[in-house]
Nanobody, 115 residues
Framework: QVQLKESGGGLVHPGGSLRLSCAPPGIIFARQMAWYRQAPEKEREWVASISRNGREDYIDSVKGRFTISRDDAKDAVYLQMDNLETEDTAVYYC??????????WGQGIQVTVSS
């Protein structure tokens, strides 16, 4: 089964920035692309998504701080996270739908915001 691969996580101080990347091992002609996150002892939540025509949507808590983008030549999706807050600490997961609308998940990557 195709697994998406995330990269770019890590530890950062409050106010800092990180850029997450995600891509499948091969071309899947991805349609919808999105990022989710799961904080300790909380449900997984949707963070941002971008459609094939470039429409971007964000959860209210990250608007103005996070930017989602995509590179269709690579089937890659990115999440630029600026002005990070301790509440952004979570495991971040990328999600894509392929050309047959099958949903694909990444294994998750840790983002820790701490002073």
């Amino acid at each position: 089964q195709v697994q998406l691969k995330e990269s770019g996580g890590g530890l950062v101080h409050p106010g800092g920035s990180l850029r997450l990347s995600c891509a499948p091992p091969g071309i899947i002609f991805a349609r919808q692309m999105a990022w989710y996150r799961q904080a300790p002892e909380k449900e997984r939540e949707w963070v941002a998504s971008i459609s094939r025509n470039g429409r971007e949507d964000y959860i209210d808590s990250v608007k103005g701080r996070f930017t989602i983008s995509r590179d269709d030549a690579k089937d890659a999706v990115y999440l630029q996270m600026d002005n990070l807050e301790t509440e952004d600490t979570a495991v971040y997961y990328c999600y894509m739908t392929d050309y047959q609308d099958n949903g694909l998940w990444g294994q998750g990557i840790q983002v820790t915001v701490s002073s």
